[in-house]
């Protein structure tokens, strides 16, 4: 059986946690913040856990993480 590749692009976003979860940093946090309030901003800084659905589909570029 040969070596499964890891998707690089994938592994420099997520990581995993002490219990298997995949921990993601959320989005819309780049440009055009000037219109958004500063709860939701602060809300952006926090990292959130991949949804179940995509849980995997993630698995799958990440065999050895």
Known sequence: MPKLKTRKAVA???SVT???KI???K???QHILTK??????RGYRKATLVDSTNVKVMRK????I
Do not use: I
């Open 12 to 14: 420099k976003r997520v």
């Open 36 to 41: 958004k309030s500063t709860k939701v901003k």
């Open 61 to 64: 570029e990440l065999p050895y």
């Open 18 to 20: 002490g219990t298997g």
């Open 27 to 29: 989005a819309n946090k």
């Open 23 to 25: 921990k993601r940093t």
